[in-house]
């Protein structure tokens, strides 16, 4: 061997060392009981390559300091980590490590099958027919405000009643801060009851089931609650008709696109019984319809971008995914069609008109709104331009664009807990004033 040829091979294998080793990097974090509000000790922390699968690369277990880290030899794709504590997964709230980040956070909640402060706020019925039967989506929004903060796991985290003869066609599962992914609904013999297992972590969960049943153009429905539920809401196609059953309070909601019917404050006694005849799809459904010749000639531009069409009646959650959302500091939560955010502030409108008609006796004082940056100057314009007749209806779509853009800022975190319920506050405050004006 030459000196020559020696030369070279060790200027290659010194380049080659370099260029391996401006790859190679370790991956640090921490992970946080906030239960306790100490590091978490002995929690497992896996290392996943979202470009494969989600593969487990590597596992540790966090030291006495809530510590731990991976070494890595590629650093130019992103990774995700996830700790698992008392048998729940956690992933980090920036969702996946970029290229070239190097360190991260998780915070984790000690779990328990029995867990004070959950409540259901908002549940939806969504139908719509198609080729003999009836499509329904119904939609759970549940609120885990335990103090301190833990997280409800078990084999029936939360159980809900279908409609006798319901066919499942899907389950998904959105918990704080994450994206849709699969899940199931285990039945419970064939009385109509299933339960979810999915655990349900300190903040804003939200299930989807989605279903069909036979149709023959008219139908009956005796829907029972899962517990106390702030507002019940049934949403049709403007071509099919709602009846409610003698008893079962509803109040009709207004809204172009659809016959709202909404439920405030209910429970499993309440009388909730209601008949829809017709048939039509919901104006979202038929618009996909309409327009399926131009998105197939741009499917792969929408494949590549990870989005595609949900025909499912509302559009529901969204396409599943198995990873927690990366772009969950820049992207609002998405619910296809009217989501169940713009419902809760519609059927908070028509709870609060409610209490003000029961209450019409009494004067309500007009209250001195709150100086906030989501407060309401859209809906004060409108409404002082609004004919008398119009005040009510100018004032819901108001509302509903501040509820949303109100939610959308507190999904991307971009206001605090305590502004975010100023604000809320606030606009309450303009709604009793505006409806004492028009009484």
Do not use: W
Request: with cysteine; glycine share 8%; hydrophobic share 35%.
């Amino acid at each position: 061997m030459t000196s020559t040829y020696r030369k070279s091979l060790f200027l290659f294998a010194t380049i080659m060392l370099l260029a391996s080793s401006a790859f190679a990097a370790t991956i640090t974090g921490s992970v946080k009981n906030v239960t306790t509000g100490k590091p978490s000790v002995g929690d497992k922390v896996d290392l996943l390559a979202l470009q494969q699968g989600m593969s487990v690369l590597a596992s540790t277990k966090t030291d006495a300091q809530g510590s731990f880290s991976f070494s890595v030899d590629d650093l130019s794709s992103p990774h995700l980590v996830r700790a698992t504590h008392d048998g729940v997964s956690y992933f980090p709230a920036g969702g996946p490590l970029q290229p070239g980040k190097t360190s991260t956070s998780i915070d984790v909640y000690d779990a328990s099958n029995k867990v004070d402060g959950i409540t259901t706020n908002v549940k939806v019925v969504r139908m719509q027919t198609d080729s003999g039967n009836l499509q329904v989506m119904e939609l759970f929004a549940i609120k885990n405000a335990s103090n301190p903060p833990r997280a409800l796991n078990g084999e029936k985290t939360y159980q809900f009643n279908l409609p006798e003869g319901a066919q499942v066609e899907q389950v998904l599962v959105q918990g704080p801060g994450g994206m849709p992914v699969n899940t199931s609904a285990t039945p419970e013999g064939k009385s109509g009851k299933y339960s979810f297992s999915y655990a349900i972590k300190p903040g804003d969960t939200r299930f989807e089931v989605a279903y069909h049943l036979p149709y023959s153009g008219h139908a009956s429905f005796d829907p029972k609650m899962p517990g106390e539920v702030q507002h019940f809401l049934v949403m049709l196609p403007k071509s099919m008709t709602f009846t409610a059953k003698s008893g079962a309070k509803f109040s009709p909601m207004d809204d172009p696109t659809a016959t709202v019917q909404v439920a405030t404050n209910v429970n499993a006694s309440s009388s909730l019984a209601f008949e829809v005849s017709g048939t039509g799809a919901l104006q979202d459904d038929q618009q996909n319809a309409n327009q399926q010749g131009s998105q197939s000639q741009t499917a792969d531009s929408s494949q590549s971008s990870g989005m595609s069409a949900d025909n499912r009646p509302g559009g529901g959650l969204g396409p599943p995914t198995d990873a927690p959302d990366p772009l969950s500091k820049s992207r609002a939560l998405i619910l296809g069609g009217l989501g169940v955010v713009l419902i809760c502030g519609a059927a908070f409108v028509v709870s609060r008109s409610n209490q003000q008609n029961a209450n019409s006796a009494t004067a309500v004082p007009s209250a001195v709104v709150p100086t906030s940056t989501t407060s309401t100057p859209a809906v004060a314009t409108q409404t002082a331009v609004a004919q008398p007749a119009d005040k009510t209806s100018m004032l819901l779509e108001g509302l509903k664009d501040e509820l949303f853009q109100l939610e959308i800022e507190k999904q991307q975190g971009r206001i605090s807990e305590a502004d975010y319920e100023a604000a809320k506050a606030a606009l309450d405050q303009t709604l009793k004033r505006a409806l004492a004006r028009k009484a």
